[in-house]
């Protein structure tokens, strides 16, 4: 087993597809913490929907790199959905789902009339989830996904406390003079250009999986923001390495098998606070 | 110079006015309580006089030299922070946010002011203890800690007390008149009219009759002396 592995490791694709897998799956967990706690879990399979019907819309004009239309789309609606937190007549996971299911329709709906493929649902398909595409990375991705990730890393470092406090507690940070709305804003970008690079990874409907179990796994075993935060990061890369080696080898759907082992990562972690929680 | 001196202030959302004709002035070292009914704006005042919000019109003029980044607030809890994974340290050390700009890391003297005003509330043994496992009163304190690591000068209450049994309501009280003894100026919203009464220097009452004045003078007022018959008929 551990020479098929060795053997598949000498594949450039499938070094590609371990580096990507490793990176997104640490930026996503790392705003996951946030997002879980300001009550926004199912802004990544909102988000991701729209990111759906963007690339949809970019099929059908044949925009020659899908991201270039992609991400300003899914950029402008995660601001927009992160700006109507509060006092707004549509609250946030009502907007959520609306946004959600009206860019998956229409999405869908434009690939329909306008298709240019033979195989419509199959295209579809891996799109919502994921795929192959992991497996079909060009050097540029990668490289692409590289930067994205260092640059997503390095704004999560340097704002980190501001984040804490901004999502501890907005209002007193607003009062005490931050300017919240810039970094809710930052906030929205940087998750917007997780859920874009998680695509390729894990397809649109499992992205949500991706950014909340990591999160919640940890929030069970660690008790401050810091240890949550870095026990999160970690585990999502564990769970991404574990299954992308286990779907090489088994020839399982890539995105799957990583949320199936998130899930059984979130499953272990659940009794081990029952045991820790018992001797305590 | 007043600290904040509110000048023809109304208060409401959209179209809708909750309060106007608001005038008053805070001087250093007062204990101002606001209170009134439910609905009366008093939250909504606080938020303007944090500069949360915009008054529909009229003005709040902050003197002496108070800007926004040295205000300290005790907002509400929110739902949000009961279940937060967070550190006491953590969470009081994010009052130093303000003094930070854009570093975006806390220095030793920051932390030194955190690990101070951690032991003034008498916190600093709970340091690395998880927020959501506190009782209701040691979060306020910690609260209450992250509120002083913000300022000098002044503190805005939200209910401080609002939610904590009746041992802890007192020590929270207390905690708060040492804090304006020491100089610090308190402008705290409260329910409570018997316990504004024996701590606040000054009482603001919002809603449909209007009051500003002295404690001495509120005692002898129509609406003072209304409310206090009312306390008295219920006991």
Known sequence: MIDKLFLYLQYPFVRYAVIVGVLIALCSSLLGVTLVLKRFSFIGDGLSHVAFGAMAIATVVNVSNNMLLVLPITIGSAILLLRTGQNTKIKGDAAIAMI???????????????STSSNLSGDV?????????????????????????????????????????????????????????????????????????????????????????????????????????????????????????ISILAGTPVGSTIVAAD??????????????GARA | MALITVKDLALGYESRTIAENLNFKVEA????????????????LMKTLLELK????????????????????????????????????EIVLSGCQSRCGLRPFYNKEEKEIAQKNMERM???DLAGRCYRELSGGQQQRVLLAR????????????????????????????????????GITIIMISHDVSAALRYAS???????????????????????????ITEDNDK
């Open chain 1, 263 to 276: 899930v059984a990562m979130f499953a272990i972690c659940c009794v081990a606070e029952k045991v820790m």
């Open chain 2, 122 to 124: 008498g916190i600093s």
């Open chain 2, 147 to 182: 509120a002083l690591c913000a300022t000098r000068k002044i503190l805005l209450l939200d209910e401080p007390v609002s939610g904590l049994d009746p041992n802890a309501t007192i020590g929270m009280y207390r905690l708060i008149k040492e804090l304006n003894e020491e």
């Open chain 2, 202 to 228: 000054h009482i603001l009452h919002v809603g449909n009759d209007l009051f500003f004045g002295t404690k001495e003078q509120f005692l002898k007022s129509e609406i003072g002396k209304s409310i206090l």
């Open chain 1, 100 to 114: 959600s299911v009206a860019s998956l329709a229409f999405g869908y709906l434009l690939m329909n009339i306008f």
């Open chain 1, 125 to 245: 398909c891996s799109t919502l989830f994921g795929s192959t595409s992991i497996l079909t990375l060009s050097k540029q991705e990668v490289w692409l996904c590289i930067a994205l990730s260092v640059m997503v890393l390095l704004i999560f470092v340097l704002f980190y406390n501001k984040i804490f406090a901004i999502t501890f507690d907005e209002t007193f940070s607003k009062a005490a003079g931050i300017r919240t709305n810039a970094y809710n804003l930052l906030i929205a970008t940087v998750i917007a250009v997780i859920i874009v690079l998680a695509m390729n990874l894990v397809g649109s409907l499992l992205i949500s999986a991706l950014v909340i179990f990591p999160a919640l796994s940890s929030m069970k075993l660690y008790k401050n923001f810091k240890s949550v935060t870095v026990c999160s990061a970690i585990i999502s890369v564990i769970c991404a390495l574990a299954g992308l080696l």
């Open chain 2, 29 to 44: 070292g007062d204990y101002l309580c606001i209170v009134g009914e439910n609905g009366s704006g008093k939250t909504t």
């Open chain 2, 54 to 89: 915009a008054p529909m019109s009229g003005e709040v003029i902050r003197g002496e030299g108070l800007k926004a980044n040295e205000v300290g607030y005790l907002p509400q809890q929110t739902v949000v922070q009961r279940d937060f994974p967070a550190s006491v340290q």
